[in-house]
């Protein structure tokens, strides 16, 4: 993709180039990991035994371990790579927590969400794939430097049915994907009747229909709805009924129908608020509730 400079009406082409090195790229990231991706730092360079992870940091929205790995260029083993990193992880959960509570104090800790997220210059097609297979936690992010202005964009990557296991048979991978689970859309689904289905599929299209930016996460418990991390929107299937959770500071809900069960600790922090939804009577009433908080998220 070529970037250009606006002035007086010319355009002058911005040239890409890599960061002198790796560390650079770690620094910057590092610094503002919040409005990256949402996370919480905790320090770098953690590991032992030959292994250093370049950085460790806390999801607070899946109370998840993230680790992070940084190449000024071209990565060549994502796969191997991950697994071992986890694989470690999860060897030495103790260490993780001291630093964890050292840098954020107690937390709780969601081990099955783990994942690792790399950033590169560039990824091959066999990298893509890879990570596109199903229980493979990794997260894929291109960057590209032009000048003073910074670009990082996530990888869509190629999803598989077919399970990481199955394709690489090593006790490193078996341990790893024992303990990580990787939620899709259907896990979710197939806990609802048909009737909460439709329900279902009509709100997400509505949601998706307000900013083609939109994301759609499942995790464990829920469906997010996000712009870049900023969940705005999140959906919980259940048999018969959508619990809709909704984060705002205040939302104007003229019928009364969305109630406070998270409120905000302090002025600044957004209130969360549920609607129990078992049929589409509410359906165009909600959507225009939610996209209240969709308009309330923070300027991404």
Same mark, same amino acid.
């Given at each position: ?36 991706? $949402?996370?919480? %730092?905790?320090?770098?360079? %953690?590991?032992?035994? $030959? +292994? ?14 993230? !680790? ?6 071209? =990565? ?13 992880? %999860? ?40 990570? $596109? ?11 590209? +430097? ?11 990557? /190629? ?13 490193? @991978? ?5 303990? @990580?689970?990787?939620?899709? !859309? ?31 996460? /499942? ?9 870049? =991390? ?15 959770? !909704? ?15 998270? /409120? ?21 009433? @909600? ?14």
């Amino acid at each position: 993709m070529a970037i250009f400079k606006i002035k007086n009406q010319d355009l002058t082409e911005l040239k890409s180039k890599m960061f002198p090195t790796e560390l650079e790229l770690q620094k910057l990231v590092d610094q503002h990991i919040g409005i990256i991706f $949402g996370l919480e %730092f905790i320090r770098r360079e %953690f590991g032992g035994q $030959g +292994l250093s992870i370049d950085t460790i940091a806390y999801d607070p929205e899946t109370k998840a371990p993230v !680790l992070i790995e940084y190449k000024k260029d071209t =990565y060549q083993s994502v796969v191997d790579q991950g697994m071992a990193y986890l694989n470690w992880l %999860f060897s030495h959960k103790g260490d993780y927590q001291i630093e964890l509570e050292k840098k954020l104090g107690k937390r709780e800790i969601d081990w099955t969400q783990a994942r690792v997220i790399f950033i590169a210059k560039r990824f091959n097609i066999h990298q893509l794939y890879a990570s $596109g297979f199903k229980n493979a936690p990794f997260e894929l992010y291109r960057y590209d +430097l032009c000048d003073d202005v910074f670009l990082l964009e996530a990888v869509e990557t /190629p999803k598989s049915d077919v399970s990481i296991g199955r394709i690489l048979k090593s006790k490193e @991978v078996s341990q790893v994907t024992k303990q @990580v689970k990787t939620y899709t !859309l259907e896990d979710h689904i197939a806990k609802a009747n048909n009737k909460t289905t439709m329900i279902f599929e009509r709100l997400k299209r509505g949601i998706f229909a307000f900013d083609d930016r939109i994301q759609e996460k /499942p995790v464990s418990s829920y469906i997010g709805y996000k712009v870049r =991390y900023y969940n705005f929107c999140a959906i919980h299937i259940f048999r018969d009924k959508l619990n809709v959770d !909704l984060r705002a500071k205040k939302i104007n809900d003229p019928k009364k129908i969305f109630r406070n069960v998270w /409120p905000a600790k302090k002025e600044t922090y957004a209130s969360v608020w549920q609607y129990v939804m078992s049929s589409d009577e509410n359906l165009d009433y @909600v959507l225009n509730i939610i996209r209240q908080s969709y308009q309330a998220a923070p300027d991404l």
